[in-house]
């Protein structure tokens, strides 16, 4: 059991806000959020370094919470290694009840995957719900989504953090071009480091060994980083599963685990072919595109300045915040995204400059095989920051 005096010394130390709190961009997720409940747990995913730590005191502020009834823990403090299971909790919760013995109590957990049976543990607080309100983290997509799923099913809200997107970088550097945003990212710390790309570039040895390496349990990160990097570089491309295997001298199913492990921390994100047939979905490959642009540019090998690929991808992950569900579509001719939304069937087509012949092949191709979808968007680069 951690000692009472060492557990309210580091709550006091994470609990920043009742300091004098460094000022932070908005996020622009807060809009969305509802009130707390007390039998309903926030649980915020999102990659390592996206600003989950900070969107949380920004949650304290937005929902007008009392700062000395709000707990804050971060379990990868070193302080707390030896003690990571659901008595850790437990003796916060306590700790909380004795300063105030009737509610409302705030816990913010930061990074909880680290603690052992904390899904368990969390339904049955939250199945006698007594003003203790829960707002979690994590860094991994599958391990708070199965979990939550499972164990705590009609008990949870769920929302995803990214880096920042083109509107918030522009609020934070609003001198800032288009081709900045497309070269350095979003990842918030990074825009005001003097050093973007070694910061990126630790950022990204972080993910890989703490978030995916540790998850499936390898000994050595090399085919891991170079799967990545490959991935990377082949942004908005479809991905061969065999081929990357017969590159990186590893099994397919390897390479399937690897892919699955790195969606999970979300340092890539998947874009399905679009199909109303699951067995046709499955039997086509998936392109993937890297969940900031600055960590793509920090660790690939350079070879031009790719505004068309980058640009592409931009797109994906403002389309992938926004509707959640992204999909690409080929069959002579390719339309690079299919949105489904409660209008419609909405293909985009994404160019740096202006429209292409194939541009408008991929569209008519399209409309035949779907007669009911929505006209197509040409996103190019005069029309892009206006779409972001």
Known sequence: MLEKSILNQVVKDWSYWEKAPPKTLQRGILKD???????????????????????????MQS??????????????????????????????????????????????????QNIKNWQKWLHQKLAKPQKDFFIITGSNSSLLSGELGSKLTGRHLSIELFPFDYVEYKTFKPRAKLEDYLEYGGFPKVLSFE????LLREYFTDIIERDIKNRIAIRSALALNQLVKTVFEATGSETSQRNLA?????????????LDACESAYIIQSCPYFTFSEKQRLAR???????????????????GLDLGKKLEAAVFLCLRKKYREVYYWREKNEVDFVVPTPEGIIPYQVTWDKTKERHEKGFREFKEAFPDSLPGVVITRNNAEDIL
């Open 33 to 59: 959020l509802t009130p707390l409940h007390d039998d309903l747990v926030l649980a915020i995913t999102g990659v390592r370094r996206c600003g989950k730590s900070t969107l949380l005191a920004q949650v």
């Open 63 to 112: 929902q007008q919470l009392d700062p000395k009834r709000c707990y804050f823990l971060n379990f990868e403090d070193p302080r707390l290694s030896e003690h990571l299971s659901f008595e850790l909790l437990e003796e916060t919760v306590n700790l909380a009840h004795e300063v105030f013995p009737s509610g409302p109590h705030y816990f913010f957990f930061d990074e909880i």
């Open 195 to 198: 050093n973007p790309q070694m």
């Open 246 to 258: 017969n590159v990186l001298k590893i099994s397919i199913g390897t390479v399937g685990s690897y």
């Open 285 to 303: 490959h998936k392109k993937y595109y890297p969940i900031d642009l600055g960590l793509r540019a920090a660790v690939i090998t350079r070879t």
